[in-house]
């Protein structure tokens, strides 16, 4: 139930994170939302910032870049292992629950950030589908 290695976990959230970006729905709250995020993930050394996209391109509502040399500012930051994130997207961590215990630390504007989560929830199936088919072995 954990990645197999860092780059194993990179490949998993970019194509997560193009399932919401490209999402007929998610793609298009998620980027009238206009909430910059920050995440940090210590266990796998690697922070990514995504933000909306200032317009559409190839039907991609959101941009991200693996690393902290980016033209914006996040709203809200947070920190949390790999594990916690895989959790997350197939739905069996609750992010305000995560924060309250620890799993996810925080900072900036948290109320903004959960207001993404119920927009974010339809990518729980298409995850879930995404790891039986290609990572089995991350399934929890």
């Known amino acids: 139930m954990s990645f197999d290695s860092p780059k194993e976990f990179r490949e998993v959230m970019d ?41 559409v391109e190839d039907g991609k509502h959101l941009r991200w870049d693996w690393s902290d040399d980016v033209d914006w500012e996040p709203d809200v930051q947070m920190k949390m292992d790999s594990k916690v994130a895989n959790r997350y997207f197939q739905g069996k961590e609750n992010v305000a629950t995560a924060i309250a215990r620890r799993r996810i630390k925080t900072s900036g504007n948290v109320k903004k950030a959960l207001a993404l989560v119920p927009i974010t929830k339809g990518v729980y199936p298409k995850y879930r589908a ?11």
């Open 15 to 55: 194509k997560v994170f193009d399932l919401m970006s490209t999402d007929p729905e998610m793609g298009p709250q998620l980027r009238d939302a206009e909430t910059p995020q920050r995440f940090e993930f210590p266990d796998v050394d690697m922070v990514v910032n995504i933000t909306y996209a200032p317009r």
């Open 130 to 140: 995404m790891l039986e088919e290609q990572y089995p072995h991350l399934l929890e």
